[in-house]
């Protein structure tokens, strides 16, 4: 690997970080007009009709056969698992908080990789992850002063958990990725994602009749579902390349997006508690991975 090359691959997950702070705002502004996992299950049949078709024309689709099942199921756990979550969390939260929580990823890839081995744990990490648990508490812990609602917590389980889900794909997807190529561990990815989303998307009834959106939740649709096929895309290349922490990092970069753009176009509004607990977050995913 050479430093081009690396550059190259830091700024593909800093790119994704930040499709996935807009796709919070995305998914906030349609939550209340679609069920959780018809809106995953959208999302992700849009970026496979986009990534399809490139994959089979660059003839990337090859993948070993006894990875197959251990990528279908990381598959099902990254999209599904993880998306529907998200999905109920910004139900109840926020998309800056949501955000903020899912923002535990890299500490949590960084104690999952320490405990399979494949990374040691220092105290400068060990400080990180210190200084990530005060800046969350510092965000909750505003909620729980005003009183915050059974509800919230719930969301804000929910983002954990999905945190927790992805930080461990993140580990386990890279020997599948440094054995094929992205694209067919993308694609395949995806497409088990889809065949299982379908069954609680139709527990939901979307499969009732055509969905009867408006031309803005079509087009967020639309954005979240090709923000997904791009980001994952460039997500799995950069693991390939340098590893989940490093890639995991940029993940901080999320809840800055979904902050900004939250307010800019949900009007959320944003305390000073709420940019203590950011800052904080984001400072100890900087020192856990310096």
Known sequence: MNNAERRLALAAAATTAILVGATFVATRFVATQIEPASLAFLRYFIALLFLGPFAYFSGALSIRRDDIVPVVILGVFQFAVVIILLNFSLLHLPASRSALLFAQLPLLTMVIAA???????????????ILTVIGVSITLGERLVEGAVPSEWIGAAAALAAAVFGAGCSVLFRPYLQR????????LSMLASVLFLAAPAGMEGFFAGLPNFDPLVWANIVFIGLASS??????????KIVGPTNVSV???????????????????????????????VVTGIWVAVR
């Open 180 to 187: 094929n190529s992205t694209v067919a561990v993308g694609t």
């Open 115 to 129: 405990l399979m081995g494949r990374e040691r744990l220092t105290m400068v990490k060990s400080l990180g992850v």
């Open 230 to 239: 791009t980001g994952f895309v460039m997500w799995l290349w950069s693991l």
């Open 250 to 280: 940029f993940f901080a970069l999320s809840p800055v997006t979904a902050a900004l753009l939250g307010v800019a176009l949900l009007g959320e509004a944003y305390s000073v508690s709420g940019f203590i607990g950011l800052v904080t």
